[in-house]
Nanobody, 126 residues
Framework: QLHLVESGGGLVQPGGSLRLSCAAS????????IGWFRQAPGKEREGVSF????????YYKDSVKGRFAISRDSTKNTVYLQMNGLKHEDTAVYFC???????????????????WGQGTQVTVSS
């Protein structure tokens, strides 16, 4: 079975940092495009950051550029989302997603992804 498990969420003050992890089991993340999405209460799920499988390219939502960084550790079969300078508006449930894709570039549409984790809550509050 193929699974994604997120961890690392929590409560943090504005300006603080968190690192989310997304561990894969049952498949090799190196052959999958990765996306981090988030969903705040009453809002649609939105893409935050994306990582390609083949060429290492990344893409970030404008509001997180310069603050968030996506990375992959192939030895651990895990993807990370480092979040710095957190703001109140970053509060949401964060999901990682994956889809097998060996083309160039990233996939930014949530409908492109067929594997999803259960989500981890990130709350930014003073």
């Amino acid at each position: 079975q193929l699974h994604l498990v997120e961890s690392g969420g929590g409560l943090v003050q504005p300006g603080g940092s968190l690192r989310l992890s997304c561990a894969a089991s049952g498949f090799n993340l190196d052959y999958y495009a990765i996306g981090w999405f988030r969903q705040a209460p009453g809002k649609e799920r939105e893409g935050v950051s994306f990582l390609s499988s083949r060429d290492g390219s990344t893409y970030y939502k404008d509001s997180v550029k310069g603050r968030f960084a996506i990375s992959r550790d192939s030895t651990k079969n895990t993807v990370y989302l480092q979040m710095n300078g957190l703001k109140h508006e970053d509060t949401a449930v964060y999901f990682c997603a994956a889809t097998q894709f060996l083309g160039l570039g990233v996939l930014i549409n949530l409908y492109d992804y067929d594997l999803w984790g259960q989500g981890t809550q990130v709350t930014v509050s003073s």
